[in-house]
């Protein structure tokens, strides 16, 4: 007769399953945790600044636009193609009126980020160079396109607008 190897009983039957259990759940946490991690530091991600104050402020935002409409300004932006000596980039705006005649004496204000690092903004005021042209220098490095967005106030009038531009690319 030959003999049946005896069965294994009591824990050491089952004890892989807690390893294999444990091991899952650590998996789980490990792929949470590196989510996370590479979600909160991606400098091509950002949230608009204040997103709820200006939803709540919309129907000042429609107005707004409309005064824009009416008052028929034009912003031309320009970024430099490339770096000065200092490492900033050149941006100048010509503000010019329905009529396109230079809005002289105006307080100019810039909110800007490149569209591949939304992260990393710039906020900054103009310098009246000549009639109605305005000029700021910032360490706006990356080549590529840029949102611009402009406030000009003259006296009680604001202005606002919104630009698109590029530097070069090669």
Known sequence: MTEQPAKRT??????PFPGIVFALIGMSMTMATVTVVLA????????EEDYFAKAVAWDETAEQTELN????????????????????????????????????????????????????TFEFGFTEIAPGRYSAGQPMARDGR?????????????????AHTWTKVD
């Open 10 to 15: 009591g824990i050491r039957a089952w004890w």
């Open 146 to 162: 840029w949102t611009v967005r402009l406030r000009a106030t003259v006296g009680d009038t604001v202005f606002t607008h919104t």
């Open 69 to 120: 409409a009416q008052l028929g300004w034009k912003a031309d932006v320009t970024l430099a193609a490339d770096l000065d000596g200092r490492g900033d980039r050149a941006v100048t705006v010509l503000l010019t009126d329905a009529d396109g005649n230079a809005v002289e004496g105006a307080t100019l204000e810039a909110f800007c980020f490149h569209n591949a690092r939304r992260k990393e």
């Open 40 to 47: 909160t530091n991606d400098p091509s991600f950002g949230l």
